[in-house]
């Protein structure tokens, strides 16, 4: 079986200042691991995942992860937000190979001026 | 290359009424996912297919819900009799499929948001 936990349902910054976007997973087998972001009214879109390989990921936006197996964590960063980060971001895990993706309950990411 | 196309984007019904929801995937993807995501939560899948069979339906409520894909290309989930609880936002993704049968990243239409009175 495998779980999400996506720690704080909302987060606050400053613009400029650090992300921190906290996830755990729990899974059987080797995890698939993803990070997502909603803009309202809006479908999903991928921000980087890890499979394999390199356990720190960079994906889109300066938006950075790092896989740690001992912490079973996947945390989201980013050194300087903008206020075009403010959104949902999802936190997600797959280990099946069909694909099927658990998904965590969400954070919401404000970024004040 | 165009993406995921979903309709209607919004719905309003009385409960009891049905609705049919409408999946486009990206052209070539052989697996498509309906998701269901209630507000403040994430996504959970609903049913998964990869062309035209089911591979995962474990979640669905079969006593309301129906999904097909004819053709193994558009897709359509459909809900009678809709209760309160099915408010929500319809989410459907496609992916491809590698030769071993593992899928890829999913990309996402924009969802369907469904309110049921």
């Known amino acids: 079986a495998q779980s999400v936990t996506q720690l704080g349902s909302h987060v606050s910054v400053s613009e400029g200042a650090l992300v921190l976007l906290r996830c755990n997973y729990s899974?059987?087998?080797?995890?698939?691991l993803f990070w997502y972001v909603q803009y309202p009214n809006q479908g999903l879109q991928l921000l980087l995942k890890?499979?394999?390989?390199?356990?720190l990921v960079k994906g889109i936006n300066g938006f950075e992860a790092e896989f740690k197996k001992s912490e079973t964590s996947f945390h989201l960063t980013k050194p300087s937000a903008h206020m075009s980060d403010a959104a949902e971001y999802f936190c997600?895990?797959?280990?099946?190979?069909?694909?099927?993706?658990?998904f965590g309950q969400g954070t919401t990411l404000q970024v004040k001026p | 290359e165009a993406g995921v196309a979903q309709s209607p984007r919004y719905k309003i019904i009385e409960k009891r009424q049905s609705v049919a929801f409408w999946c486009n995937p990206i052209?070539?993807?052989?697996?498509l996912y309906w998701y269901q995501q209630i507000l403040g939560q994430g996504p959970k899948l609903l049913i998964q297919?990869?062309?035209?069979?089911?591979?995962?339906d474990s979640q669905l409520p079969k006593d309301r819900f129906s999904a097909e894909r004819l053709k193994g290309v558009d897709s359509t989930l459909k809900i009678q009799p809709a209760k309160l609880e099915d408010s929500a936002v319809y989410l459907c993704?496609?992916?491809?499929?590698?030769?071993?049968?593992?899928?890829?990243?999913?990309?996402f239409g924009p969802g369907t948001r469904l309110t049921v009175t």
């Open positions: 052209s070539g993807h052989a697996t």
């Open positions: 297919f990869q062309n035209n069979g089911v591979v995962d």
């Open positions: 899974s059987s087998v080797p995890p698939y």
């Open positions: 997600a895990v797959s280990g099946s190979n069909t694909g099927k993706l658990i």
């Open positions: 890890y499979t394999t390989g390199a356990t």
């Open positions: 993704a496609s992916s491809l499929v590698s030769a071993r049968g593992l899928s890829y990243e999913q990309y």
